[in-house]
């Protein structure tokens, strides 16, 4: 008896959009995987799991329940009221990591026990500067997530902006402290959505673009794993040496459908 899956985590940028772009086929697959739960995971701090699921709408697919995303932010917030119910926080980041750590702690500037970094504006001199003097007076130093860069459409152009590792990097070299991280490819994001799903690693598939993050964080805990290859990582890009191999590796979502029903792992409802 092979393989058959009983729940899904999702990457979403380069899997199922970029930016404001709807990728091939992910309308197709989400409605032919509809009947399995799954957890919409990403890195991106930046939105809400409700404007994460608008953003979803907007493109033409399901809208998802917002308990069903999990973002690194909204991971973090989770665990830091697990480690200090009520935290004070100081966040350097976009407005929405600020929303939601705000809705488990308490934004404190003054007596920050965390100094929490993610992406999106934020970052500046003065920013940089009390984050240190906090980390200096025993504050702790969190990373959403450690990507080194992330891609975005800006203004109908592909860029490579910040990503959180770069963004935490000044803090880390300024106190010589290294960031507790939260976010792919580290273990509790995935936990996390495994806890939402109920189910055990071992039943489920993580599909991401990514190898640093996706694929090495879902080998970690015992996740099968998929990549598409329509985001960071193209067709024809020679696997990076070292890193664990995924399960599946498809150019895109509609192959992955097809391995799958020819091998069982979904069955047609
Ligand atoms: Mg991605």
């Known amino acids: 008896m092979g393989f058959r899956a009983r729940g899904l985590l999702l990457d979403m940028d380069g899997v199922l959009y970029h930016g404001s772009r709807l990728l091939p086929h992910a309308r197709h697959f989400l409605e032919a995987t509809a009947h399995l739960p799954r957890v919409f995971v990403t890195n991106n701090p930046i939105r809400t799991p409700v404007e994460v699921a608008d953003h979803l709408a907007a493109l033409g697919l399901p809208r998802p329940d917002p308990a069903d995303v999990l973002t690194s932010g909204v991971a973090t917030a989770r665990w830091l009221a697990r480690e200090r119910p009520g935290f004070r926080f100081f966040a350097v980041g976009a407005e929405g990591l600020h929303r939601v750590l705000a809705e488990h702690g308490i934004e404190d500037a003054e007596n920050a026990e965390f100094v929490v970094v993610g992406e999106g504006p ?16 025993g504050a702790t130093l969190v990373s959403t997530n450690p990507d080194a860069s992330v891609d975005a459409v800006v203004a109908g152009r592909h860029c490579v902006l910040p990503g959180g590792g770069a963004l935490v990097a000044p803090f880390e070299v300024a106190t010589g402290r290294r960031a507790i991280t939260i976010g792919k490819p580290e273990p509790l994001l995935f936990e996390m959505a495994l806890a939402r799903l109920g189910l055990p690693a071992g039943d489920c598939v993580m599909i991401g673009d990514r190898p640093d ?9 015992g996740l099968r794993c998929a990549l598409v290859r329509t985001g960071r990582f193209l067709p024809g890009t020679s696997w990076p040496a070292g890193e664990p191999r995924p399960d599946w590796d498809v150019p895109e979502l509609r192959s992955l459908l097809e391995r799958w029903w020819r091998d069982g792992v979904l069955v047609q409802a």
């Open 122 to 137: 934020g970052l500046d001199y003065d920013t940089l500067s009390r984050g240190i003097d906090l980390i200096r007076n």
């Open 213 to 221: 993050t996706d694929i090495v964080g879902a080998a970690r805990v």
